[in-house]
């Protein structure tokens, strides 16, 4: 009886961590507690950092004094620029102070938020660390050399393998994190999408004036693009033509969301999303789905993949897709496979009921284009539809199969 009860509480514990660490972290309450860190604190919620490592694991964030915050705010760099400069200070894994004691061979290279937003060239979004004899750890851009010249003062704050906050002696120096950064109103998005491999898209943008007018009317209060890559663009082309002129601009528009989306958040909050295209009646909406690391946006029509990060600095985001994703308010959805013949009289009695009527499935394949449409059909993903059903079914037999253990479980033990 009482090697149950032990049994039933170690259960009950290790509930209680899983619940306790799916609760995440929260770096501005981290560093709330330490007053010597408050310009740090404030700056990196003011550049709307702390919403990107609340929403990461695994992630260091070396942390600047008042005294070291003066020194880089003296250079009066913009604020955009300094969201690249405290970026530089956020490393993508985990790096506690007995790990960074133990680096495999003295020094490692790691990977930093600023070079997560595609802005860094080359290594310059990478820090080097370095574990020196005696003690010391020291941390430097790796497009300054590799210099290793800001050294590891405390650890602040550890959460195993989740966040790890620990304090260095000065931030460090990066020629393309300090660079002069546009704010949003000065990014001209068609250049960068044209720079790497959606000029089809961005020429075709330019063209439309309604449409480039609604990207630039919400670049600065928040904007994410969705931009088909050139070889799916050029392929779609003709279908482009056919539809009117407020049909294009729709369409274009479709491809734009009125808000600032990293790629975190669209792995975190899925489902609908509205676009510069909806208006009222006009949804023009799509659906985004993801499964581990890979992003999908979905429509009733197709399905297109996330297949790169162009730019990432709010409020501005632009990602490449690897498909043109068709709204259904202009292209027809893709067909729904015809039912089965009906049995023969003879053979009724032997034949399993189908789960749906005729006329349902029917006025579910019946549905029709707006009349901006082109009058072929795209080829869609007919089988989306399936899919989804047959892993929502999976996913919650899952989830009720592992309840039931688990209070058998429990059953057993008591």
């Known amino acids: 009886m009482q090697q149950r009860q032990h049994f039933l509480h170690l259960l009950i514990f290790s509930v209680f961590l899983l619940f306790q660490t799916s609760n995440g ?10 007053p010597s860190l408050s310009t740090f604190n404030h700056y990196l919620t ?4 702390a919403q990107e490592i609340n929403r990461r694991t695994t992630i260091t964030v070396l942390a600047l004094d008042n005294t070291a915050m003066s020194s880089l705010l003296a250079k009066n760099p913009s604020i955009y620029t300094l969201k690249n400069i405290l970026s530089l200070h956020v490393l993508l894994d985990y790096f506690g102070a007995k790990k960074l004691h133990q680096i495999t061979n003295g020094t490692a290279l790691a990977a930093t938020m600023f070079q997560a937003t595609g802005v860094a060239p080359g290594v310059s979004g990478f820090v080097n660390i370095t574990d020196f004899k005696g003690g010391k750890v020291g941390f430097g851009a790796e497009d300054n050399g590799g210099s290793a010249d800001s050294f590891f003062v405390k650890s602040v704050e550890e959460i195993p393998y989740n966040i790890s906050v620990i304090q260095i002696s000065k931030a460090l120096p990066s020629a393309v994190a300090e660079a002069p950064s546009p704010g949003p109103s000065e990014l001209n998005i068609t250049e960068i999408m044209s720079a790497h491999g959606c000029k089809v898209f961005a020429d075709t943008l330019l063209a439309n004036p309604e449409a480039m ?4 009317d919400n670049v600065n209060g928040g904007l994410t693009v969705f931009c088909p890559l050139d ?6 082309f003709p279908k482009y033509k056919n539809l009117t002129a407020s049909g294009k601009a729709s369409f274009l528009e479709f491809f734009g969301v009125p808000v600032y989306q990293s790629l975190s958040m669209l792995k975190s909050n ?6 510069l295209a909806t208006d009222g009646a006009s949804k023009f909406d799509f659906t985004v789905q993801n499964e581990g690391e890979e992003v999908t946006l979905k429509t009733k029509v197709n399905t297109v993949k996330i297949t790169g990060t162009l730019l990432d600095e709010q409020p501005v985001a632009i990602y490449t897709i690897d498909k043109v994703l068709m709204p259904r308010e202009l292209f027809k959805a893709a067909p729904t496979p015809a039912p089965a013949p009906a049995p023969a009289p003879e053979e009724a009695a032997d034949a399993p009921k189908g789960s749906k009527s ?24 007919a089988a989306d539809q399936t899919a989804d059903n047959n892993t929502a079914v999976s996913f919650m037999g899952g989830r009720f199969v592992g309840v039931g253990l688990s209070f058998l479980f429990v059953f057993l033990l008591l």
């Open 25 to 34: 972290h929260n770096i501005t309450r981290l560093l709330a507690k330490h």
């Open 231 to 236: 070889d799916a663009f050029k392929a779609f």
């Open 213 to 216: 007018g609604t990207y630039e």
């Open 46 to 49: 003011l550049t709307h950092l």
């Open 270 to 275: 899925n489902g609908l999303m509205n676009t």
């Open 358 to 381: 005729k006329s349902k499935s029917k006025s579910k394949s019946a549905a029709t284009p707006a009349s901006d449409a082109p009058a072929d059909s795209p080829d869609g993903d």
